[in-house]
Structures are given as C-alpha cells and as structure tokens.
C-alpha cells in the first residue's frame, strides 16, 4: 500500500525488517500472485500460467477449434491443466469472449476477475476499503473529477463488463441492474496494487497482484529494497529463502505486529495452484535494520520531484513525503535531473526576471525531445532522430522559440548534460546509432567506404552509451537507490563497447602490413592487474554472492581504471559528433563545475568523410591498435562492475550474470582457468 494512502487512514500498513539484514539478500521466499494476466497484445505468443514465451505456433490451447477472436495459450500441458479450469471458472473465459474490442485493453479486467475467485465469500465484502487486506482505494479513484471523467468512467464501464461476465458463468441475476459494488472495488484494487511483470530483457508482458507480503511494502524514491521476477521456477537456493520482513499497523504513532488481517492463507486459491503465475522476489539494495521500514519504488527513479509526484499521484493518489522528497531542499540529485540553463551570459541577461521563459523553457524543451523520440520509436527514422536530438541536445531553445518578440537568434536556454531529459535523449540515441550502422552494413555490405562510415555510427553509439553510464554513476553516488539503473547501465555500455571492438571493420583501418588485434577471444590477455573485478565475477559464477563490504573498493577500483582508460580513448569515440566533443570526461564530471555553460558554440564538426581517417595508422603516441585495445577493455570493466552491481540487487542467478558470462567469455576457457588455479 502506498505510504501516503495511508495518511488518510486509521491503520496505516507496512512491512518492517525482522532482523539486521545486508546488502544484497532476498527479504522473501518467491511469493506466488494471487491473480495475474497476460496484456491482450501478447495472449497468442506467450503462455498466460507462466508468462514464457511459446513456440511460433500454440501447442495446447485449451479452447477447442473454432477458436474464438481471443485466446489463452499454454507451453505444456501441465500449465494447461492447471490454469484454464481458472479461466473458466473465474469469468475470464466469458469476459474475453463478450469483450467488446472498443474497450481497449482487458488485462486489468481479467486480473480483477482472478482476484475476485481467489476470495472466499466471507471476504467478499469491503470493509473499510480493503479485500483480503489489500487496499481497493476505490473512494479516492472514485471521486476524480474534471480531467479523470474519462478514467472513472472507465472503471465503471469494466465493472460493469466484470459483473456482467459473472453473470454469465454463475447464471445470478443482480438485485439492482447498476449493482457491482464488488467488481468496482476488485477493479480498484487491481490498479491500486498491481505490478507490472517484466521478463529479463525489460518488457512487461501482464500484471500480477501479490499478497499483503509484498503489496504492504510503501513507496519510497530512496528506496531499501527493489523487486525482481522468476517465470520459470527459482533456483533452489531462491526458493528456500525465508521471510525476513514482517507486518505492521500504525494506529497515531503507535506501532504494533498486524495478525488480525486477512492474508494469504486465508484465500481460497480454487484451482489456482501455487505454481502458477510469474513469483516475485524482494531483495534488499541497502542495509536494513531491524525494525525499519522496507520500502521499493514504484515510479522511475531518474526523474526529478514534480514528475515522480505527479505520476504517485495520478496514478495511487498520494503525495510521497519520503526522505528524499520531503528535504527542505531539492537534493543534489533531484536539483540537476531538472536544470536547465542560459545558453550564455547574454541570453542570461535578456531573461533576467522574466520567469515566464523559464516555465515555457521547460515546456518546450520536453515536447521537442519527448516529441523526436516518440516519432523514432513510432517510424523507426534513426538519422532524422539522430538530428533532431542532437541540434536540441547541442543548440537548445532560441529565444524566438520561447515567443520572444525582438528578432534574437541565439540560443537561450539548454539541458543540462545530466539533466533528465538528456539522459532520454542519450538512451536513444544509443539505440539510434546502432541502428544506422547496422542498417549501412546490411544495405552495402561488399563497400568498404559504407563500412569505415558504419564504424563511425558504432563508436558514437557507444559514446552515448558510455556517457549514459557515467552520468547515471555520477548521481549514484548522491543517491544509492539507483543501484539498479547503474547496473543496467553500466552492461548496456560494455556490451556497446566490446562489441565495437569485435567488429571485422576493425580490419579495414589498420595500417596495410599490420595483423589487425584479434580480440574476439583473447579476454586474458587484457585482464587489468589494477582491479579485481575480475576475480570479484568469477567468484559470482562460482556460487559467491556478491559482498556488501566490497562494493567501497570494488567501485574505487573501477572509476580508476575506467577513468584514465577512457581518457586515452574518448577523443577517438566522439571524433565525428559535435555534441559529445563538448563532453570532456564521460564518467568524472568534475569539469560541470568549472564550465557551467557546458558550450558547443566554439565546437565544429569535422567534415571528412570517416573520422577514422585521421586514425589511419599511428598519429603521434596514439595507433589505431592502441584505440582497439582500449575500448576493449572499457568494455570489460563496464561489463564486470556493472554485473557486480546487478550480482547485489538481482542475486547471483539473475539473467544478467548469465548474460554478461557469454559475452565475456562464451567458450567457458578463462572461467575453467581461474577456477583450476583458484583451488
């Protein structure tokens, strides 16, 4: 239940720590949702019992032939078996088959109807706005007016279609034509309480709403724990954790055990078993004592106060009153995920105290990146969102684009490097530029001209994705809360980097005469002797969870080697792109400080046809095989700490270790040899 839901409530619910627990440690066994389904866009590709993907075609629906427009479709038998009699018995089956399609999306409905058949009939009623101890919140979503008309209705109108699905299954004729209390209050708790599912590459696939063991942790945007999903079965060392948080009620400012709530096991589960449905694990990402407030977030971390706020309440009705958002003022973090400045000191002096310009700057600054983003993902133009962000990114707003009326070309107001939307925008451009190599080398792929080009896109692609990481980093070490986006982060740039690296085009650029390096599977050759991140992995793979008490060194040791790596080889990255030319260190950002107008003014963009014709054998100390060399291994060292890091908040089964094992090494040589000389 959200923390500030709870302001309005008598009994204000939470889950406390039961013991001291450390960093990086599941808080609870793999906990079964009491209801979950499948978004409409993916019931024919994936199995709706486990959420796996399902072969290209459906190997054992449960709805006999004719098939009707929707259906549920399972990967084996015994998902099959255990989950449609649900379907059928939970309405879902009817609800689906009278769905009219201008509706829109089912999955809330079907979730609310699996819900409502898990309750026995003595929960079957809305005692001070809860079923089975999870808050409905259906007053406050009730009562939206003027914008939310259209979101209210739309409650009304699915309970309606809920109530009249039960109706079909259960032959029950209401007192009252308009009376579906219940499926409104189902619904409500459905929106209130359910999470999203995503599988390991991020995509969410359907919803799932879990027991008061995990919908009673609050909110918090300075979060101690983050959340994780099994679709297929935990390991065993997963499944046999024990639950290391417990419940609490406050009543005023007293705090007490809550056991007189309706839980999980007094829910009648019908036919579905508890293997059913995606599990989800809770995960510690920072010290918890004893007796303090476990607490995930529930909105996107990386965005500054206003928005976290306006989506919390938009969507949960409460005002997060947090550490973080309750500071006097905003933190460090929060400060510059939303600065936006004056281009120069005359563009400061034409706007002094007009605040009016600074509103509308913001504005305008959003819709033009929000705008080329979404226009990229909508028609997949990569060059023409390339420049769209980077004349945004570079040039910002001139002051006739905020209205002014005398004719003023400059530039008034830009992001910051580290501002929010910057990091939006270097997310896509990632995306944008490995798109157009990889699109050069398909269309041309016996020109070499066309290849020396494409290399050029991949080096600004991992630019962009070295430069994410770093910034992501840098607020990290304000806020610790965004482990997770670090990680993330952190594997996204050395997957770019090594595969730069091990690209055949690397050939092409040598001096004639000269063997290109061959790094496709000499890892140990470029083992850094500077760090142990190395060791610190292979010891993950080899059943060692990753130590809290290390993570001190272990980062120290990283932002080292990674810092005067990357020194020697950012120029040769950025040689070609004028925004990134004006970023001079992509992970120490020390130089913000001293340049606060981060300028591109003085900045050209180089005009030859490949940037790495001017890398074209030695230039002075610097070789083409040395660049080769050390983007390779940037790339190591962002792979390695970024799977640290993903070790301490997924666990050391997650995909991502497994992920970054076979990019490393995918031929196993350089584990089996530490493990021999390990013993």
């Known amino acids: 239940m959200p923390c500030s839901l709870k302001a309005e409530m008598e009994m204000e619910m939470e889950m406390r720590g039961r013991e001291d627990i450390e960093m990086g440690q599941d808080i609870t066994p793999p906990v079964p949702p009491l209801s979950y389904s499948l978004h409409d866009s993916f019931l024919l590709s994936h199995c709706s019992a486990c959420f796996s993907p399902l072969p290209i075609r459906p190997t054992f629906p449960h709805i006999p032939l004719p098939l009707p427009p929707h259906l549920l479709s399972y990967c084996s038998p015994r998902c099959s078996s255990s989950d449609s009699p649900l379907h059928f018995s939970s309405s879902e089956f009817h609800l689906l088959r009278s769905h009219p399609s201008s509706f829109g999306e089912s999955c809330d409905l079907r979730a609310a109807l699996r819900f409502l058949h898990s309750l026995p009939a003595s929960c079957r009623s809305v005692p001070n706005g809860r079923l089975a101890g999870l808050l409905t919140n259906r007053d406050k979503l009730l009562a939206r007016t003027g914008y939310d008309e259209e979101f209210v209705e739309r409650i009304r109108d699915g309970a309606r279609v809920m109530a009249e699905a039960r109706k079909m299954r259960e032959g029950y004729a209401s007192s009252e034509p308009n009376d579906f209390v219940l499926e409104e209050a189902a619904l409500c708790l459905v929106l209130t309480n359910a999470v999203e599912v995503q599988d390991d590459s991020g995509r969410t696939l359907g919803i799932a709403v879990y027991d008061p063991s995990f919908s009673w942790i609050n909110h918090s945007c300075s979060p101690n724990a983050s959340y994780r999903f099994f679709l297929s079965s935990p390991p065993p060392c997963c499944a046999q954790a024990r639950l290391r948080i417990v419940p609490c009620a406050r009543h005023g400012l007293e705090t007490q055990i809550e056991s007189g709530v ?19 694990v809770v995960r510690s990402i920072k010290r918890i004592k004893k007796g303090e407030e476990v607490t995930v977030a529930y909105t996107d971390l990386l965005h500054p106060k206003e928005m976290r706020q306006s989506e919390l309440w938009s969507k949960y009705r409460f005002i997060c009153c947090c550490r973080r958002c309750s500071s006097s003022h905003l933190t460090y973090v929060d400060h510059i995920l939303q600065e936006v400045y004056p281009a120069s000191l005359q563009s400061s002096s034409l706007l002094s105290g007009q605040d009016i310009y600074i509103d509308g700057a913001i504005e305008s600054l959003t819709d033009h990146i929000n705008d080329a983003i979404t226009e990229y993902l909508e028609s997949g133009d990569s060059e023409s969102c390339c420049k769209k962000l980077e004349d945004m990114l570079t040039q910002g707003l001139l002051y006739e684009q905020l209205g002014g009326r005398e004719e003023k070309s400059q530039s008034v107001f830009k992001l910051h490097p580290l501002h929010y939307l910057s990091l939006n925008a270097y997310t896509t451009l990632v995306s944008a530029y490995k798109v157009r190599a990889s699109d050069l080398l398909t269309l041309y792929s016996g020109m070499e001209e066309h290849h020396l080009e494409a290399l050029d896109l991949s080096r600004i692609s991992a630019a962009y994705s070295l430069l994410l990481a770093g910034a992501t980093h840098h607020l990290f070490q304000s806020e610790p809360s965004l482990i997770a986006s670090v990680a993330n982060f952190w594997i996204g740039a050395g997957e770019s980097l090594l595969t730069l690296a091990r690209s055949s085009v690397w050939s092409i650029i040598v001096k004639p005469g000269l063997p290109a390096t061959n790094l496709s599977y000499t890892l140990s050759k470029y083992i850094c002797s500077k760090c142990s991140l190395m060791q610190k992995f292979i ?141």
């Open 262 to 280: 309706c839980s999980i096991s007094e829910l009648s589960y019908g036919e579905m078993r508890e293997n059913n449905g995606p599990k989800v």
């Open 539 to 679: 010891a993950i793979l080899h059943h060692r969870e990753a130590q809290s008490t290390d993570l001190e060194n272990i980062s120290s040791e990283f932002f080292d080697c990674v810092t005067n790596i990357t020194q020697t080889v950012w120029d040769f990255l950025i040689h070609r792109c004028q925004y990134l030319r004006a970023v001079k260190d992509p992970i120490e950002f020390s130089w913000l400080g001293a340049r606060k107008d981060f300028s591109t003014r003085d900045i050209q963009p180089h005009l030859r046809s490949s940037a790495v014709v001017s890398y074209h054998g030695d230039e002075g100390s610097f070789s083409v095989c040395e660049a080769h060399t050390c983007i390779f291994q940037v790339g190591v060292h962002c792979l390695l700490f970024g799977g640290y890091l993903a070790c301490i908040c997924y666990g050391r089964h997650s995909y991502l270790i497994t992920h970054i094992h076979n990019i490393l090494d995918p031929e196993g040589c350089l584990i089996n040899r530490f493990h021999e000389t390990d013993k």
